[in-house]
């Protein structure tokens, strides 16, 4: 069973940078596609952006193109998500998961805790 925990989050400006780790416990995770989701107030759970196993491939939600980077390290059993430009419409709580398509919301465990992102003035 690999365990996934997020961190990172906090209070940003607008037009500010933060960078969001998922450190994975347990089993190895780098056979794994791993994905970041959001979901803010009221709103369902969306998928922002997933990296393949051997990071050879991305994939990000339009919002969000050209201003979050996913990577991994999968020595360190770590995937990040680099995010600039933040916007107030980025203000959610974020989670990692291991995913099947790395395109579609395909999460294959149970949600952890996530990590509180705002963005605000």
């Known amino acids: 069973q690999v365990q996934l925990v997020e961190s990172g989050g906090g209070l940003v400006q607008p037009g500010g940078s933060l960078r969001l780790s998922c450190a994975a416990s347990?089993?190895?995770?780098?056979?794994?596609?791993i994905g970041w989701f959001r979901q803010a107030p009221g709103k369902e759970r969306e998928l922002v952006a997933g990296?393949?196993?051997?990071?050879?491939?991305?994939y990000y939600v339009d919002s969000v193109k050209g201003r979050f980077t996913i990577s991994r390290d999968n020595a360190k059993k770590t995937v990040y998500l680099q995010m600039t430009s933040l916007k107030p419409e980025d203000t959610a709580v974020y989670y990692c998961n291991r995913q099947g398509d790395i395109t579609k919301m395909s999460p294959l465990d149970a949600w952890g805790q996530g990590t509180l992102v705002t963005v605000s003035s």
């Open positions: 990296i393949t196993w051997s990071g050879d491939w991305t």
């Open positions: 347990g089993r190895t995770f780098s056979p794994y596609n």
